[in-house]
């Protein structure tokens, strides 16, 4: 079975940083367009980041572009966003996805497979 597992949320103060992972299983990493999203109560869920399967492609959302960073490794099958000059806008749930289609991820922003969430909270 395919699995995404994110890992790293936490409680930070405005201005802070957070080292978000989603590490997979299940399925062929390598093949896979990956992508950050986020969602808050009574919030439709928002793209945040997305990545091509080889890496040379990124898109972020304006709203975190220049603060967060994502990556991969695929040796370690895992996908990484790296969360800098946190404002209390972005607490969320952050999830991550994989889809092996990257107009999927960066166009339609679906994923074929999704993780359970990790919490992200901003405090001011």
């Known amino acids: 079975q395919v699995q995404l597992v994110e890992s790293g949320g936490g409680l930070v103060q405005a201005g802070g940083s957070l080292s978000l992972s989603c590490a997979t299983s299940g399925l062929t990493f390598a093949n896979y367009a990956l992508g950050w999203f986020r969602q808050t109560p009574g919030k439709d869920r928002e793209f945040v980041a997305a990545?091509?399967?080889?890496?040379?492609?990124?898109r972020y959302a304006d709203s975190v572009k220049g603060r967060f960073t994502i990556s991969r490794d695929n040796a370690k099958r895992t996908v990484y966003l790296q969360m800098n000059s946190l404002n209390p806008e972005d607490t969320a749930v952050y999830y991550c996805?994989?889809?092996?289609?990257?107009?999927?991820?960066?166009?339609?922003?679906?994923?074929?497979?999704w993780g359970q969430g990790t919490q992200v909270t901003v405090s001011s």
């Open positions: 990545m091509s399967p080889s890496g040379a492609l990124t």
């Open positions: 996805a994989a889809s092996n289609k990257w107009t999927a991820i960066v166009s339609l922003r679906r994923g074929d497979y």
